[in-house]
Structures are given as C-alpha cells and as structure tokens.
C-alpha cells in the first residue's frame, strides 16, 4: 500500500496554490509515494486545476523523488502529440518522475474545447493513449499537417523514462477496469459511484482481465482515490471537517447524486430538490464519506481503512486534501498522513 496526496477541489483561496506547493514539499521529504493534480474545466470547483501538466511541473520543480502524476488527463479534449510532449517536459523536470492517468471526459460543456470527440470520447481515448506511448518510446507518428501533408513526427525534447506510467480512470464501471487489464494499465478510481463490495469485484476483474492479456498481474496496479484528514482526535477530526466538506459537496451536486443513488429514484435531478432536502442530502452524504467511504480520523484509523482496502486489492491511497478545511490545517494535519505511512510500511 503507498499513500498520495490528491488534489482536485479547493480555488476559494488567494494563495491556493502554496496548498499544493507546500503539501508535495512535505510528500517529497517525508517519503510518500505521488502527487496528483488534475484537469478540470469552467467550473469553481476544482478551477485551480485546469491543466495537469502545467502543475505537475511546478511539482516536479519544488521535489526531488516524489513521483509527478496527472489524475487525470482528458484525453480526447488534447491531440496525442500536445499530451506527449508536455509530459516529456515534466518527466524531463522531474528527472524521470512523470506518471499520467488518463480520462475519457465526464462534462458535455467540458468539450467545448473539442467538441467533434465527444460522441466517440471511450474509444478517442483508448486510440490517443495508444498514440503517446508510441510517441513517449521515440517511434516517428504520421500526423496531417497545415498543407496537406502527412509527416512522420517525433516529440522533443525525449522523455526521461523509456515508458510512460499509465492508469486509466474509473468512476467505478466494470467495463473500464477491464479496459485498463487489457492496456497493461494501472487504474485509478474513487467510491464516489461504487461501495467497497463493488469495488473489489471491479479489482478482480481488473486484474483477471491483465493476467489474460499479460501472463501476470504483478504489474497491475489500482490507486483509490479518498477524501482524508487525520488528526489526534476522531471527533475532533469530525468537528474540523464538517463545515467545510458539507460545503464541498453542495458545490458539486453531481457527488450527492451519487452517493444517494440508493434513495433517490434513477436519472432524478436533484438541483430540483429544495434547500431543505438537499440540507439532509448533504449530511447523509457527509456521514457516509466520514465513516466508510473516506480516510477520516486517527492514524489508527487510517491503519484499520488501509488494511482493508489492501485486503480489496487496493495498492495505493491518493489522499484528497484540499476539499475547504483551512490551508494552515490541512499542512498541520500532514504529519499524521507522515505516522500513517510509517504505521503501514508504506512509500515509494
């Protein structure tokens, strides 16, 4: 099991990105495994982050072995070339520590970046996967130019590494897993669409799927992603976090859909809901994420949660952080992440 820091939410602050910056310092020099940042569009929340590149270079600039990892690139919004060469520039930075989960696209609006790859955004992902691995081993790729040639072209400057790292994202479909297996993919998931029981079904059939394709699964590899704090204090955690996380999901609609998937009637839209049901939506999404579907808590939390995903077939945590608690919390609160990673034998 390796334990991440995971971003994805928090532009309330001014100074929101010394979060990131002072957080993957504290990762680099307190050996956990990853720093993930991801790509989000025309939204607040998670507007910090429209470009993983861009800040998997800034942490690839402020570290020296934490890996750099992108969760998750869009793929069909971005040509394979564009993708290729902006991640040879963080794995350059880096010194070889660039990984990329790739994505095929959530948000129709998001698309407006390119909106001819919506309709076949599964398979353009698989294709544009296909195409940057080729590019990222040095191979010459024919691509239409402005005057009607076709060229053989290769990216500079050449990657660090001879192959790229990289997972594929899942908001919990079996298909995708599967889809991951074939591709020699590790995977990179969340329980925001899934329960744990679900979740180590989809693992198997991850792993069956890449063992059928690849001789083995010794290679496989599946990162969850959890909303965390740790703390001294179970109730304590419980009292710093309600506010903020319970603000955090009203922001984002589409997670309480989710999480209440079991009460509430399928394809039903909840902004339609007054203020009052979505106040309880709110706190029975917060209760469920506290207890079972988030890394809340105390170290020994912390150390019961990771034992049980490791028994699901989870090899990493990408701790999500920054859901609102205040900056100064959130750093302070890193050294627990520090004790849970000694407490589990794990890091990079």
């Known amino acids: 099991m390796d334990i991440s820091l995971f971003f994805f939410a928090d532009s309330a602050a001014a100074d929101g990105y010394r979060l990131l910056l002072e957080s993957a310092r504290f990762a680099d020099t307190h050996g956990l495994t990853a720093v993930w940042t991801p790509e989000r569009h025309f939204h607040p929340f998670g507007g910090l982050y429209p470009n993983p590149a861009v800040t998997?270079?800034?942490?690839?600039?402020?570290?020296?072995?934490?890996?750099?990892?992108a969760g998750s690139v869009v793929a069909p919004l971005h040509h394979p070339?564009?993708?290729a060469e902006e991640w040879s520039v963080v794995d350059n930075l880096s010194h070889g520590r660039a990984g990329v989960s790739f994505a095929s696209g959530w948000h129709a609006r998001d698309f407006a970046l390119r909106p001819?790859?919506?309709?076949?955004?599964?398979?353009?992902?698989?294709?544009?996967?296909?195409?940057v691995r080729r590019l990222w081993r040095g191979e010459e790729v024919e691509f239409p130019d402005g005057a009607g040639g076709k060229p053989a072209l290769r990216i500079f400057p050449a990657p660090v590494q001879p192959e790229l790292p990289v997972w594929i994202t899942s908001a919990?479909?079996?298909d995708t897993f599967r889809a991951?297996?074939?591709?020699?993919?590790?995977?990179?998931?969340?329980?925001?669409?899934?329960?744990?029981?679900?979740?180590?079904?989809?693992?198997?059939?991850?792993?069956?799927?890449?063992?059928?394709?690849?001789?083995?699964?010794?290679?496989?590899?599946?990162?969850l992603m959890l909303h965390t704090m740790l703390g001294a204090g179970r109730d304590r955690v419980r009292d710093q976090v309600r506010e903020p996380f319970s603000a955090y999901l009203r922001s984002s609609m589409d997670l309480i859909a989710r999480t209440a998937s079991a009460v509430l009637p399928a394809g039903f839209d909840v902004d339609r809901l007054p203020d009052r049901d979505k106040d309880f939506?709110?706190?029975?999404?917060?209760?469920?994420?506290?207890?079972?579907?988030?890394?809340?808590?105390?170290?020994?939390?912390?150390?019961?949660?990771?034992?049980?995903l490791r028994d699901l077939g989870v090899d990493e945590i990408a701790c999500l952080i920054d859901?609102?608690?205040?900056?100064?919390?959130?750093?302070?609160?890193?050294?627990?992440?520090?004790?849970?990673?000694?407490?589990?034998?794990?890091?990079?």
């Open 116 to 131: 001819e790859t919506y309709a076949d955004r599964r398979s353009a992902m698989v294709d544009t996967i296909a195409t």
């Open 180 to 223: 991951a297996g074939r591709l020699g993919a590790g995977v990179l998931t969340h329980l925001l669409g899934q329960d744990r029981a679900a979740l180590g079904r989809n693992i198997a059939a991850y792993r069956e799927e890449f063992a059928a394709v690849h001789g083995d699964a010794t290679r496989a590899h599946v990162t």
């Open 281 to 308: 939506l709110v706190a029975h999404a917060f209760d469920r994420y506290f207890t079972s579907s988030g890394l809340f808590g105390t170290v020994a939390d912390g150390v019961a949660t990771a034992g049980s």
């Open 81 to 83: 070339l564009r993708i």
């Open 172 to 174: 919990g479909s079996t």
């Open 323 to 348: 859901f609102g608690v205040p900056h100064d919390e959130v750093l302070a609160s890193l050294r627990h992440l520090a004790d849970l990673h000694e407490e589990t034998g794990t890091g990079g």
């Open 56 to 69: 998997g270079a800034a942490v690839a600039a402020v570290t020296e072995r934490v890996a750099v990892r």
